[in-house]
């Protein structure tokens, strides 16, 4: 075998990196349960904030060495296999910039009631057109104002230098466009740096393309409402002065004595009190102080009783801390004994990044903040700043321009005036991101804030200096809540699937295969701890839907190693040798193998590209799994074989079947081609029946598609969905859905209720009509915790929420995916096949494939299953048109071959042969998948229960279409070809009906 060396080096290079990632996570989780045990009382129960104030204590100490390198909590936080928010509970948040107040912000919020009416009916409009706010505004201005500009309404003094009475129309435009996307730009940061310091393992924040929209997930969060505050709470940007080292260095020093007593186990408060009278007089005194009470404490045990405040001191002349230290300090500063030897006007803020120091770490300056007898008052807030932008000074480095105001201006002379030469902090949710060092008065509010820049850090700095001037204030239009019950649940659910799908698999293999199916293991083994290694480097949290995409990998990663081995036995049947068997059967399903996994891979690109949320957690390792099911089965198998075969070659004791499975489908000549006429009348009857039920009863649309919100109620006993559903369409107006949700005693109540309305008050009063509605119609009391549902009682464990113009968007976005993918496969079989009707016989294939889906949910609906079409079930659709290409593409790929050595036969018989041939990797490769999709479908949980249903339904018609709908259209578009192709065929050959 060549390059066996190069096979078996990447191999270990790759596992080596996967238990090297991997280990982070298991030192993750003995963390963890150290916090847990810490915060859990004699009696069993865990005191969360507890266990949360133990990591928080640890966050950035060293926890883990690896070859000598030291590795923070937090780092090895960013480096584990994280859980997604359906694992471990959560929040999943989608805010939406909004573009209104942007817009009447720019304009200086005028009482032109033409304008007003204008903006209104835009935002309106917006609720139900994927066009651009602004572009909606345009059209209801021009039709609101015919013929007048709008100079006229932006043309203020505020805009003066970029908007007068001459500019355009479409420049005016051009600025509100620009500002808009400085604005969502300016909340991504906002909140970016909100909730990294929000205490929560992993979050995640990205924008939305194409949308002013952000998706934020905080796994773990267990205050719902704290989360909505602070994403939703409107920046505060404020300018203080910033007090020097020498004018609060007596207090510092007051602290440190005071810290070193108590680590002692003494006592100097009153030593301290004097010391903090004591005014240090410069910065000499301060670092001499210092080094002299550094030299009185015994050298082998200053790491335990130095203060981090003097040995940070100490070490940079400054408040400047490596970022590792940050946690001692601010037990420190916090503590009460501590922060009361503070003056009273003195505030500490931490900067909001870190810097690279000389020695390569990570430090942050902690400023002394000058205040008026500790009021929250700066002496200039933000909202008197009317520009800011990215400029170059003098020497062409990036630097930042920031226009006042009016009042403002009068106040930034006063304060730069008073604070020449020293600095003046901008503080935004009370972070300091820049302090420069006034040059001189400023008089005229036009000032300059240069420095070491970089462009994006100025660019930065701009966006965020404009957060007082134009207000964006962000609104939740999606919000999904998990609480930890139903986590723990999902958890337990999805291990339990992935260990009963490799079991069965495993079974399977070995008893079909012999010890062929025990090299193929050893390959599904590799497959799977790769793709969680894989995972661990790329820093993607496993969600529930990532474990469904593991448990069908391990059935579709099975199929290359089954056309390898029927190609094996086929030739052995053939009188070949062992050695040239395997190798011709490599050879042989080489081709057949890389068309299935790229055409799959394409539908998983596009999922990943197009999908939202769980669908792109599920393309993920769709994507990733079927990589390293091609390097597994493929390469490391034949590296096994190799070794197993290298000494005695032909009598090697390898076999790839039993006695029992060695002669099973052999020698099978079914006429397929002369039953699909029947097999169209078959498909087309189930199909249309199944969208009549669909048409008549109604598709069942999750909230993903239809918007609304819905709630995961749990009772202490059974409840009757369809009782609490009569007695909650009186508080809802009829807009309400109820059924049960995994078990008897666990319901899902869905309602569109006030679907418009995406503000705090309508999401609290909705789920208070639910509260209220159930309490009424069962009599049973609401409780917070759903740990503690007793005897008539009931909690909410989860929720969700989409706005309608989000659930619009979804549905665009679904719609895209499905015709990608369809246009995406069409030309890629046409690439290889080299002719239309393959490719065209493949896409009606699929769409029967869909449509076969779909009809199977209106039937199972009809028959009381409560199946919901939502962004799973298109995933399920996905999965289904990338496997069923996959199989179609395999007989195909035989059709292709055949023909090339068809001999006398006419293409009709070759068809037909192809079919023969490739029957037992069809079934085979379908009922391993099915093995694991059934597991799925009964023990994947409520959430991936209709996932499943779908792929169960689409791998068994995906096998089925690929027999008796993709190759029969072939034959029936080829048929002039078939009738005259070849030399005459034997008399009882059937012609073409």
């Known amino acids: 075998m060549q390059n066996k060396g190069v096979i078996v080096f990447l191999t270990v290079i790759v596992t080596a ?106 935002r309106e409009a917006a609720k139900t057109s994927d066009t651009k706010f602004v572009d909606l505004f345009y059209t209801a201005w021009q039709r609101n104002n015919p013929g007048k500009n709008l100079s006229t309404i932006f043309a203020t003094a505020a805009n003066r230098g970029r908007i007068s009475l001459e500019s355009s129309d479409s420049e ?111 910065e000499d005194s301060l670092r001499n ?94 909202d008197v700043v009317t520009d800011a932008r990215q400029t170059l000074d003098q020497t062409s480095r990036p630097a930042v321009s920031m226009q006042m105001n009016a009042e403002g201006a009068r106040k930034w002379r006063n304060l730069t005036a008073e604070n020449t030469g020293r600095r003046i902090a901008v503080v935004l949710d009370d972070y300091v991101y820049t302090a420069p060092v006034v040059n001189g008065e400023i008089p005229n509010g036009q000032s300059e804030i240069s420095g070491n820049f970089t462009l994006l850090e100025a660019q930065d700095l701009a966006n965020i200096l404009k957060s007082g001037s134009l207000p964006a204030p962000t609104q939740i239009v999606e919000e999904s809540i998990i609480g930890p019950t139903l986590g723990k649940e999902a958890q337990a659910q999805g291990i339990f699937s992935m260990i009963a799908g490799l079991a069965l698999t495993m079974l399977f293999m070995i008893a079909y295969y012999a010890k062929g199916g025990l090299v193929a293991v050893v390959a599904l083994i590799f497959n799977i701890f790769f793709i969680l290694g894989i995972l661990a480097q790329l820093g993607t949290a496993l969600t529930l839907p990532g474990i469904a995409g593991i448990v069908l990998t391990m059935g579709m990663s099975i199929d290359a190693n089954v056309l390898i081995f029927e190609r094996i036995r086929e030739e052995l049947k053939n009188g070949i040798g062992l050695l040239a068997a395997i190798n011709t059967g490599y050879s042989k399903a080489f081709s057949a193998i890389i068309d299935g996994n790229v055409t799959t891979f394409l539908v998983g690109a596009i999922l990943f590209a197009l999908g939202q949320g769980p669908v792109k957690g599920f393309a993920i390792v769709l994507m990733i799994g079927i990589a390293c099911s091609f390097f597994s089965a493929v390469f490391i198998t034949r590296v096994i074989i190799y070794w197993m075969t290298m000494k005695k070659g032909d009598k090697s004791t390898i076999n790839f079947s039993t006695p029992l499975t060695g002669k099973l489908l052999e020698g099978l000549n079914i006429d397929f081609l002369g039953k699909r006429k029947v097999a169209y009348l078959i498909s087309t009857s189930i199909i249309l029946v199944g969208l009549a039920i669909g048409a008549v009863n109604g598709l069942k649309f999750g909230v993903d598609f239809t918007g609304g919100r819905s709630y995961i109620v749990a009772f202490n ?5 369809s009782d609490l559903k009569v007695g909650l369409d009186n508080e809802f107006e009829g807009s309400v859905e109820v059924k049960t949700y995994g078990s008897n005693n666990t319901l899902k109540v869905t309602t569109s209720y006030l679907i418009n309305e995406d503000d705090d008050a309508s999401n609290k009063a909705v789920e208070a ?93 009809l028959l009381g299953a409560n199946f919901e079409i939502d962004q799973v079930f298109i995933a399920a659709v996905l999965t289904v048109i990338g496997y069923s290409i996959n199989d179609t593409v395999i007989v195909f790929d035989r059709i292709r071959e055949n023909i090339e050595n068809r001999g006398t036969h006419k293409l009709v018989k070759v068809f ?27 023990f994947g949980g409520e959430v991936l229960r209709g996932f499943s249903f779908a792929l169960f339904v689409g791998i068994t018609v995906g096998t089925y279409s690929s027999i008796y709908i993709a190759t029969p259209i072939v034959v029936d578009l080829m048929k002039n070809e078939l009738e005259n192709a070849g030399t005459p065929a034997p008399k009882d050959t059937k012609k073409v009906a």
Not at 46 to 60: C, E, G, Q, T
Not at 300 to 329: C, E, F, H, R, W
Not at 776 to 782: A, D, I
Not at 816 to 844: D, H, K, P
């Open 769 to 861: 009509k639910v509260k209220e509605g159930i309490a009424t119609v069962t009599g049973f009391t609401f409780v917070e915790n759903p740990e503690q549902v007793g005897a008539g009682q009931f909690s909410i464990t989860g929720s969700s929420k989409v706005g309608a113009t989000v659930a619009d968007d979804i549905k665009a976005s679904s719609a895209e995916a499905m015709i990608a993918a369809l246009v995406g496969i069409f030309l890629y079989i046409l690439l290889r096949f080299r002719n239309w009707r393959f490719s065209l016989a493949s896409i009606i294939a699929l769409i029967h494939d869909t449509l076969f889906v779909i009809a199977a949910f209106a039937i199972g609906n």
């Open 289 to 382: 102080a210092l080094e002299k009470q550094l030299e009185a404490i015994d050298p082998l045990k200053q790491s335990n009783d130095v203060s981090p405040l003097i040995a940070l001191m100490k070490a940079n002349y400054g408040l400047v801390y490596d970022v590792k230290d940050t946690v001692a300090i601010n037990r420190i500063i916090k503590n009460e004994r501590y922060k009361s030897f503070l003056p009273r006007d003195l505030k500490l803020l931490w900067g909001v990044k870190p810097t690279v120091a000389e020695d390569g770490s990570e430090v942050l300056e902690l400023y002394a903040i000058k205040t008026t007898r500790g009021s929250d008052q700066a002496p200039l807030e933000g």
């Open 912 to 938: 037909n042969d192809a079919i023969n041939q490739t029957l037992s990797r069809t079934l085979i490769t379908s009922f391993t998948t099915l093995i694991v999709v059934i597991v799925l479908l009964f």
């Open 717 to 721: 006993e059974a409840v009757v969905p």
């Open 17 to 122: 990196l996967c238990l090297y990632y991997l280990s982070f996570t298991l030192v993750s989780n003995g963390v963890q349960q150290k916090a847990t045990e810490y915060a859990t009382d004699a009696a069993g129960n865990v005191d969360f904030a507890k266990k949360r104030a133990y990591l928080d204590s640890v966050w950035r100490e060293p926890v883990y060495n690896f070859l000598g390198a030291d590795f923070t909590y937090q780092e090895i936080k960013e480096t584990e296999l994280g859980l997604g928010l359906d694992l471990q509970g959560g929040m999943h948040v989608t805010l939406e910039v909004s573009p209104v107040e942007i817009v009447k912000g720019i304009a200086g919020n005028p009482k032109d009631e033409a304008f007003n009416k204008s903006v209104d009916e835009a």
């Open 172 to 282: 005016i435009l051009e600025i509100i466009d620009t500002e808009v996307e400085n604005a969502i730009e300016r909340s991504f940061n906002i909140l970016r740096t909100r909730i990294d310091r929000f205490g929560t393992s992993q979050p995640n924040i990205q924008r939305i393309a194409g949308s002013g929209r952000i998706q934020i997930e905080l796994p773990g969060a267990d205050n719902q409402e704290r989360v909505r505050n602070l994403l939703q709470g409107v920046a505060k940007l404020q300018f203080w002065e910033v007090l020097e080292l020498n004018e609060y260095g007596g207090a510092i020093e007051a602290i440190n004595t005071t810290w070193v007593a108590d680590q002692k186990g003494g006592s100097s408060t009153a030593e301290a009190d004097t010391t903090a009278t004591d005014s240090l007089t410069s």
